[in-house]
């Protein structure tokens, strides 16, 4: 393979990376290749010993993925960073990848909770205020109580919910962290 | 040897080198490669990382032969990761020794 042979896989394999990053990235390879030439080695014995484009290419952009997810919490970079994981070859993919669908499906369940909580509080709170509305059907019904217990229940679905989100940011933490040792192991491999 | 283990021990290597003098990714990829075996490519987004995370700046400056070369340089925040490193890697390494005697 020479030099124009492993910058194109290497490019082909970073679709998806910003204009800067890009270029970036590959400057540093276009530096090695032309200092090394410098010293009289040749091109396909650069390219080889530089390994693999495809997975370096995927080590790179692993790399930017991970370190925005840090940067900025939000759905779409964590997902990102798991979808990518998908083309990494983890031995352990289809075990990591269920996991965290799993553990995905469990905060976002205690936030449902912890949100229908917190409405029916609210209900209880607004219906407090019609009388005629008689869907208890007790007899010594008493709005003022119903408000207040609607309060609680209010602010006990409120607690949940911020539980919850606690629940999930550490979720994500993990999540980046679990994939970071696993990069920083695993990939590159030749020699 | 296990790859797994090189690259645990990458990071350590770049900054150590790191703390004697700058060098440019070329030189220090060379370096490295003649130690241990590994494949040349993995050291610059090792590079990059260690960049981001604050422990390298860059610089790029003129050579006298071909292209400018970007210069890596360690920060104050690296030299003291190079030194936490450091000790780390010498009470492992002591004492796995000491279980090998």
Request: glycine share 8%; net charge positive.
């Amino acid at each position: 393979m020479d030099k124009k042979q492993f910058m194109k896989e290497f490019e082909r394999n970073l679709k998806g990376v910003s204009r800067e990053d890009r270029k970036e990235i590959i400057e540093d390879y276009e530096e090695h290749f032309s200092i090394g030439k410098k010293k009289g080695r040749k091109e396909a014995e650069i390219a080889k010993s530089l390994g693999n484009p495809k997975s370096l290419a995927k080590q790179a952009k692993m790399e930017l993925l991970v370190t925005k997810a840090e940067e900025e919490k939000s759905m779409g970079n964590i997902m990102r960073v798991v979808f990518a994981t998908i083309g990494m070859s983890f031995f352990n993919l289809v075990f990591v990848v269920g996991i965290f669908f799993g553990l995905l499906a469990v905060v976002i369940s205690l936030f449902a909770t912890g949100f229908a909580i917190t409405v029916s509080g609210l209900a209880l709170m607004v219906f407090a205020f019609f009388p005629t509305v008689e869907f208890f059907y007790m007899p010594a019904f008493n709005h003022i109580a119903m408000f207040f217990g609607g309060i609680s229940i209010a602010s006990l679905g409120l607690l949940f919910t911020i539980g919850a989100y606690y629940v999930g940011k550490g979720f994500y933490v993990l999540t980046i962290k679990y994939v970071k040792l696993n990069i920083r192991v695993i990939r590159g491999n030749k020699k | 040897m296990d790859t797994q283990f090189k690259k645990g021990v990458l990071e350590l290597c770049v900054l150590s080198l790191l703390t004697k003098k700058d060098y440019y990714g070329y030189e220090l990829v060379e370096k490295i490669s003649k130690t241990i075996s590994i494949s040349e490519g993995t050291i610059y987004p090792l590079l990059r990382r260690l960049q981001k995370e604050g422990y390298l700046k860059t610089y790029t400056k003129e050579s006298k032969e071909g292209p400018s070369r970007k210069y890596y340089q360690l920060t104050k925040k690296g030299k003291q990761k190079e030194k936490e490193l450091k000790e780390e890697w010498n009470s492992f390494a002591g004492k796995i020794k000491k279980l090998m005697e």
